[in-house]
């Protein structure tokens, strides 16, 4: 089994940063694929942001420019850095990360409210 921690969730104004990370622990023998996930009120959840074990990363094009991902290996965390707030960013956040090539584990969310 394998748990996901996330943490860095808050309330901000707009225009600000804020920096969340999720870390796994558990049976890992390889970390592949991370993931960002958002879920705002009334929508569906939708992928932000990705990063493969290669390095590979993609963004939806809302965040381009705005929000970076990053992941620590040795550490099995991923960050997601987000700068230049506005309230449509307002939403619950979920890292997903896909382990030992078959198995995908989510975190708890964490919410990320941003005021005008």
């Known amino acids: 089994q394998v748990q996901l921690v996330e943490s860095g969730g808050g309330l901000v104004q707009a225009g600000g940063s804020l920096r969340l990370s999720c870390a796994a622990s558990g049976n890992i023998r390889s970390l592949n694929t991370m993931r960002w996930h958002r879920q705002a009120p009334g929508k569906q959840r939708e992928l932000v942001a990705s990063?493969?074990?290669?390095?590979?990363?993609e963004y939806v094009d809302s965040v381009k420019g705005r929000f970076t991902i990053s992941r620590d290996n040795a550490k099995n965390t991923v960050y997601l850095q987000m700068n230049s707030l506005q309230p449509e960013d307002t939403a619950v956040y979920y890292c997903?990360?896909?382990?030992?090539?078959?198995?995908?584990?989510w975190g708890q969310g964490t919410q990320v409210t941003v005021s005008s």
């Open positions: 990063i493969t074990s290669g390095g590979t990363i």
């Open positions: 997903c990360f896909r382990v030992n090539y078959n198995y995908e584990y």
